[in-house]
């Protein structure tokens, strides 16, 4: 077996840092999910602005354990846009990463209409993701300040979060914030959900 075809950390950035096409790159990405470690963080940070590349590198972010990679995407957005913006917000909620809630309120709060709604909405849905106690905190915050197709959009995340509380062994958190939910939307279909659940 050749060298290129070697499922290591290290074949695999040899070819981020190789002039392979596209297509090559997007496959290392792939593998990375399964073998990268913090020497990854770097190389696939590098490819978060690019238009094809960046929902590969996302991936290998979101799978490395190491607290860099959550790092390296919290410094990412300010420096993109639209949906590459949205891709890194939706990783730290998949990555469920704690500390990025006070960026992710602000996201909430600036892109909540217009083109860069997208941004708002995969902020709130991280925050469900994440469903941390400052989350759901912020998530009751936006949902008492929020209106319209934001507003719903914020229930939809806080109805995850109950399932991630719940996941997390907090049933009695979980039972609170449906409380809230229903109180929050006497009608409708968060109401119905939260009083289903």
Same mark, same amino acid.
């Given at each position: 077996m050749s060298s290129k075809h070697v499922l290591s950390e290290e074949s695999q950035l040899?070819? #981020? /840092? =190789? %002039?392979? $096409?596209p297509h090559e790159k997007a496959v290392a990405c792939h593998k990375l999910v399964y073998v990268a470690g913090p020497k990854s963080v770097a190389p696939l940070a590098a490819m978060l602005n690019d238009e094809i590349l960046s929902d590969y590198a996302r991936s290998g972010l979101e799978a490395i354990e190491d607290a860099s990679a959550s790092q390296a995407l919290i410094d990412a957005l300010p420096k993109l846009k639209g949906r590459l913006l949205a891709g890194a917000v939706n990783? @730290?909620?998949v990555r469920r990463e704690g500390k990025a809630v006070g960026v992710l309120l602000t996201f909430s709060e600036k892109f909540t209409s217009g083109d860069d709604l997208a941004v708002g909405d995969a902020a709130v849905s991280s925050l469900g993701m994440i469903a941390s106690e400052p989350a759901v905190?912020? @998530? /009751? =915050? #936006?949902? =008492?300040?929020s209106f319209d197709s934001h507003r719903t959009?914020?229930?939809? *995340? =806080? @109805?995850?979060?109950?399932e991630r509380l719940r996941s997390d062994g907090k049933a009695a958190d979980a039972e609170e914030l449906l409380d &809230? #939910? *229903?109180? *929050? &939307? $006497? %009608?409708?279909p968060i109401h119905d959900a939260a009083k289903r659940l």
């Amino acid at each position: 077996m050749s060298s290129k075809h070697v499922l290591s950390e290290e074949s695999q950035l040899a070819i #981020l /840092k =190789s %002039d392979a $096409p596209p297509h090559e790159k997007a496959v290392a990405c792939h593998k990375l999910v399964y073998v990268a470690g913090p020497k990854s963080v770097a190389p696939l940070a590098a490819m978060l602005n690019d238009e094809i590349l960046s929902d590969y590198a996302r991936s290998g972010l979101e799978a490395i354990e190491d607290a860099s990679a959550s790092q390296a995407l919290i410094d990412a957005l300010p420096k993109l846009k639209g949906r590459l913006l949205a891709g890194a917000v939706n990783s @730290l909620g998949v990555r469920r990463e704690g500390k990025a809630v006070g960026v992710l309120l602000t996201f909430s709060e600036k892109f909540t209409s217009g083109d860069d709604l997208a941004v708002g909405d995969a902020a709130v849905s991280s925050l469900g993701m994440i469903a941390s106690e400052p989350a759901v905190v912020v @998530l /009751k =915050s #936006l949902i =008492s300040r929020s209106f319209d197709s934001h507003r719903t959009a914020v229930g939809h *995340a =806080s @109805l995850m979060a109950v399932e991630r509380l719940r996941s997390d062994g907090k049933a009695a958190d979980a039972e609170e914030l449906l409380d &809230f #939910l *229903a109180d *929050a &939307f $006497p %009608d409708g279909p968060i109401h119905d959900a939260a009083k289903r659940l």
